[in-house]
């Protein structure tokens, strides 16, 4: 596969004793020299950028044409990798910042202190979209006629649609067994992708999609993709619109690959380095406890950035002890069941960009917190429900400042996970017997069960508290 070169950007290797730079054109998911992540790197002399970033809000008045309706799209000379002609859109992005007085509330913030940025709303239901426009955009640049990814499912389902309505590539999709949501699961197959179900969980899956996609001519389109990372920066374009462009104090997300991490962290650098904004947010990223290793390397091993040259005997010996002892991810966050995250090293970066904090919550905080964030119209999947769990527990701890303004990260839509959702709302023994026991969640303080009553008026006017007339 190959192009012609894109010449505003080109594709550059994260380590710092190495930095080779390879075109645009080529397709690469990690540096052919020193096996490091890659990141894309623009000449911005050479790309027409905005003078303030609330130049971009001018695209509104022409939404008409695609690009600009587009959310990731019409910040394109933020990440232009490619020409106009060759950008790829379904209408993705378009998602808005939420201002949220209840939560705030509950979690002692002052009103306007946090804010729900709702990734749910794309057009399939997760953040993953604003990744896949971009690298669906690459994979037709270079002229792949075939794609791939490993998922927990929302990669899946988000790479299914691009294939299914542009009808430029096909595409297979290798998701872990037993653990992968049914909204999910269910779209990739509606959709049309080729699914290929192993045995074995996500990290599992990656392995082998990466080793298949290096011996075929398959792209593939997992977060070590850089072009993805590129598309999901946009996210914090939209909060700081969002904002009237300001920045706020804490972007709070979860954790599971660290692709948006590595995303958010690269956006703000980039805007700070184009003197777009004067500061940057901090970051806090939400880990599972069952599924904490970045918790685990960033506040117990004390693995850091470090000029790119974080130490690799650390993760290195993490990862074997990881092997021997067959440590396995679970948590009923299934999105960020996750042992081995692939941007871990762009992530640290993002991280001391950032004056970043990680934490990891429970199984129980994250059910529950997902429905407190639910019970205020915001739907959304588990994993996102750890971001209210996060900022909990920081503000309990006093990091985050009860005068601090906050965005939570949703990032996926509540319809992916509905068998999550009733286990917790339905007060069924067998459903919470199967699905919640299991991972340690005994309780359902915020369950809303559904009321049962004789198909009888005078039993209904009783169960609404009314008085028999
Ligand atoms: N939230 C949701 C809803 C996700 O689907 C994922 C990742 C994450 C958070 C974690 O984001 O990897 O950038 O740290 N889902 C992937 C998938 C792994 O296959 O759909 P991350």
Not at 134 to 157: D, P
Not at 281 to 289: E, G, T
Not at 305 to 334: C, H, K, Y
Request: aromatic share 8%; with cysteine; proline share 5%.
């Amino acid at each position: 596969m190959s192009s012609a070169a894109f010449q505003t950007a080109f594709q550059q290797c994260l380590n710092p004793e190495c930095r080779a730079t390879f075109d645009v054109g080529q397709v690469l998911t990690s540096c052919p020299h020193c096996g490091s992540l890659l990141d894309i790197s623009y000449d911005w002399n050479s790309i027409p950028l905005p003078r303030r970033l609330s130049d971009f809000q001018q695209r509104w008045s022409s939404r008409l044409n695609p690009l600009d309706y587009s959310g990731v799209w019409r910040f394109r000379e933020l990440l232009r990798f490619a020409a106009d002609e060759q950008l790829v859109t379904i209408g993705e992005g378009q998602t808005i910042l939420q201002r949220n007085d209840r939560l705030a509330t509950a979690c002692s913030l002052q009103p306007g202190g946090l804010f729900l940025q709702y990734e749910g709303l794309n057009p399939s239901g997760s953040f993953k979209d604003n990744g896949m426009t971009a690298a669906s955009t690459h994979a037709r640049l270079v002229g792949a006629q075939m794609t791939a990814c490993a998922s927990t499912g929302n990669t899946s389902a988000s790479l299914a649609i691009y294939a299914g309505v542009t009808g430029l590539f096909r595409c297979i999709v290798f998701v872990g067994s037993g653990k992968i949501a049914f909204g999910k699961l269910s779209q990739a197959l509606d959709y049309g992708a080729m699914t290929i179900q192993i045995r074995g969980d996500f990290d599992d899956a990656l392995a082998r999609v990466r080793q298949i996609c290096e011996k075929h001519p398959i792209y593939l389109c997992n977060s070590v993709n850089p072009f993805r990372l590129e598309g999901q920066k946009t996210i914090m374009y939209r909060v700081l619109e969002g904002l009237g462009w300001q920045v706020p104090d804490w972007i709070v997300v979860p954790g599971g690959n660290l692709g948006n991490s590595s995303a958010f962290g690269k956006a703000f650098l980039e805007l700070r380095q184009l003197g777009l904004i004067d500061r940057v947010p901090r970051l806090a990223v939400i880990n599972s406890a069952g599924a904490a290793t970045l918790d685990e390397f960033w506040n117990t091993l004390g693995l850091r950035w470090n000029g790119g040259r974080p130490d690799a005997g650390v993760i290195r010996d993490r990862f074997e002890r990881m092997d021997r002892q067959d440590e396995r991810a679970a948590t009923l966050a299934s999105a960020i069941e996750i042992n081995r995250p692939v941007n871990l090293i762009k992530a640290l970066r993002a991280l001391e960009v950032c004056d970043g904090v990680v934490r990891s919550v429970s199984d129980q905080e994250i059910v529950d917190c997902r429905a407190r964030i639910a019970a205020t119209g915001f739907g959304c999947e588990p994993a996102s429900g750890a971001t209210l769990a996060g900022v909990l527990r920081l503000r309990e701890e006093g990091v985050i400042a009860s005068g601090d303004r906050v965005v939570c990260i949703l990032t996926g839509h509540q319809l992916k996970d509905p068998d999550l959702t009733m286990a917790y709302h339905s007060g069924d023994p067998a459903l919470a017997a199967k699905k919640l026991h299991p991972a340690g969640v005994l309780n359902t303080p915020f369950a809303n069960p559904p009321v049962v009553v004789d198909n009888d008026e005078t039993a209904i006017v009783q169960a609404l508290g009314l008085d028999p007339r």
